[in-house]
């Protein structure tokens, strides 16, 4: 039953904002470090560390600095870390072999965070685009992106992720039915710990720019990927996507990207309750860290701010550039 609320002078809201004490007091919620995901980008090369113009303070780093940064990230209590490899033009074919060769960056990354800081949890990426020679995250034939040879592409890259020590999967492809496939295949093959972390729910959105910079898919991709992500317009697909991909065996399901879309999570948590996280993705870290190099907002609290109305909106997690940074704050560092 609803409260009801007395009239005023009885009721006054602003005595519950007078002091930080008793706003402290009566927050409804709160982000700490244990909501961070931290996607990260590799690139060849050894002690190589290189700028993404689009993303002001977001690096490439060559394998071993990765190391070095999943080894700060732990010291700072971030407890998942993301890879996304920006990978040679030379190796993107039509096949997209490279997405499951044991030994390609995303793999070498995997095994060199798990051997330096072995208590960050490893999350991946499982779609074809930076290894396929027209951008696309599925196969194109004929002009079209097709499905279920896509899928089987997408489960070969998961075991060869999992066989590097993944324990976070995370299919950001929107293939249809790739969810179930690669649970079963986990399961085959005796990963029974493994998650899978769905990009239930992304959709075809301008604000992956700097992204496809970062990783190099922006020259690469030809059209655009509106027959696989969502239409923005559409909510109610959203959960049912969600619902489909928690049926095939998703652990926990993404809303993406995140700003724009806080009423997607919200629908999402009060449905279904699983694990809600939202990605906020490269073009809104871009337009907070443009603003802020402007002078024109303050770039801290603006961070801040926007990480805790995904908390607000339901979500357990963020996937968020700003870990590092959000996570130094918190600590008072
Ligand atoms: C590709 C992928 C994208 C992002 C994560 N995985 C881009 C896309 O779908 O084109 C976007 C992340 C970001 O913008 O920060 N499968």
């Not at 075809?204 to 027959?227: C, Q």
Request: hydrophobic share 40%.
């Amino acid at each position: 039953m609803k409260p009801t609320i007395a009239p005023y002078p009885q009721t006054r809201f602003r005595r519950a904002r007078q002091s930080p004490a008793i706003r402290g007091l009566v927050r409804e919620n709160t982000l700490t470090t244990d909501d961070l995901i931290w996607p990260v980008f590799v690139r060849d090369g050894e002690g190589v560390e290189e700028h993404v113009p689009s993303m002001p303070g977001v690096v490439r780093r060559s394998v071993d600095l990765i190391a070095k940064a999943a080894v700060e990230a732990q010291a700072l209590g971030i407890p998942a870390i993301c890879i996304f490899p920006y990978t040679d033009p030379g190796l993107k074919t039509e096949d997209c072999a490279e997405a499951w060769n044991p030994d390609n960056l995303s793999n070498r990354a995997i095994r060199a965070i798990k051997a330096a800081a072995p208590d960050i949890a490893v999350m991946t990426d499982v779609a074809l685009d930076p290894y396929n020679i027209n951008g696309h995250d599925g196969y194109v034939v004929d002009g079209e992106i097709v499905n279920d040879q896509t899928v089987e592409a997408l489960v070969k890259m998961t075991l060869a992720q999992a066989e590097s020590g993944a324990d976070i999967i995370g299919p950001s492809d929107m293939m249809d039915g790739r969810i179930g496939a690669m649970r079963q295949s986990l399961e085959s093959a005796g990963h029974h710990n493994v998650m899978i972390l769905s990009y239930a729910a992304k959709y075809a959105s301008a604000f992956y720019g700097p992204f496809r910079d970062a990783v190099g898919a922006s020259g690469a991709l030809t059209g655009d990927k509106k027959t696989y992500q969502m239409d923005p317009a559409n909510s109610d697909e959203a959960l049912r996507l969600i619902e489909r991909d928690l049926t095939e065996g998703a652990d926990m399901v993404m809303i993406k990207p995140g700003m724009p879309y806080l009423d997607i999570c919200r629908r999402v948590k009060d449905t279904f309750g699983a694990p809600t996280y939202a990605y906020q993705v490269s073009g809104e870290y871009a337009m907070v860290q443009a603003a802020a190099q402007n002078g024109w907002i303050d770039g801290e609290k603006v961070m801040l701010e926007s990480l805790l109305a995904f908390k607000r909106a339901g979500c357990d997690g963020i996937l968020t550039y700003f870990a590092p940074a959000v996570a130094k704050l918190l600590q008072g560092q």
